[in-house]
């Protein structure tokens, strides 16, 4: 059974730092996904990674994925307040359409 | 184009009754998921309908159950409802072939009382 592994759970950051976010999945899977949520709100798209080595970048949010070590990243650059958010990692089983999600992270940015 | 719509968006039922939510998905989207999300558990897959079959059911008991209808549209069933069914009941859709996004609609707010 595919496990999703992500962290950490909560993650306080001042504003203009850096920071990454990690999650592992267990078996092999042929895609990767990032999702944010806001408070009370449903899950907003980030990325879709499908092969090893790839690489998103949207404004200061950047998503790699290592299919060997089965780990994926989400790194934060120059954090600002906007970002404020839980985001998820889910993993996609092969052949269908289940997803695995993360336990998510909830992201502070503090001014 | 319109995004996954899903009604209602807040509930309120009393344990032991049934509920029915209902997810229409993006036009031309076949492929409809449903999640349920609570503070304990998560977000964990329910199933998901791909033209008017089922191709994959999560681990929920057979009182959560669905369908899908021609036009895509699918509705979930939930029976002898608990109050650990009280979630938020996401709703997905994707695309045939290519594009691997999963698209999400805004939830559907059950609460069980």
């Known amino acids: 059974e595919l496990k999703v592994e992500q962290n950490p759970l909560f993650l306080s950051m001042q504003e203009g730092k850096n920071y990454t976010i990690y999650c592992n999945y267990s078996t092999t899977s042929d895609r990767l996904y990032w999702y944010r949520q806001d408070p009370g709100k449903s899950l907003e798209s980030l990325f879709v990674l499908l092969s090893n080595g790839a690489v998103k970048q949207e404004g200061r949010l950047m998503a790699s994925l290592d299919t060997k070590a089965r780990l994926s990243t989400l ?37 | 184009k319109a995004g996954v719509t899903q009604t209602p ?24 998921s449903w999640y349920q999300q609570t503070p304990g558990q998560g977000l964990q897959f329910l199933f998901e309908y ?43 859709s994707r695309p045939t072939g290519g594009d691997s996004e999963q698209y999400f609609g ?8």
């Open chain 1, 75 to 111: 790194h934060i650059t120059a954090a600002v307040h906007d970002l404020s958010a839980t985001y998820f990692c889910a993993v996609g089983d092969f052949g269908n359409e289940k997803l695995t999600f993360g336990t998510g992270t909830r992201l502070t940015i503090i001014p």
């Open chain 2, 50 to 92: 791909f033209s008017e079959t089922q191709r994959n059911k999560g681990n929920f008991p057979g009182r959560f159950s669905g369908r899908q209808f021609s036009n895509s549209r699918s509705e979930m069933n939930v029976s002898t409802l608990e109050l650990g069914d009280s979630a938020l009941y996401l709703c997905a």
């Open chain 2, 9 to 32: 968006r807040y509930l309120i039922k009393t344990r032991g009754q049934q509920v029915t939510l209902s997810c229409s998905p993006i036009s031309g989207h076949r492929s409809v």
């Open chain 2, 106 to 113: 805004p939830g559907t707010r059950l609460t069980v009382t």
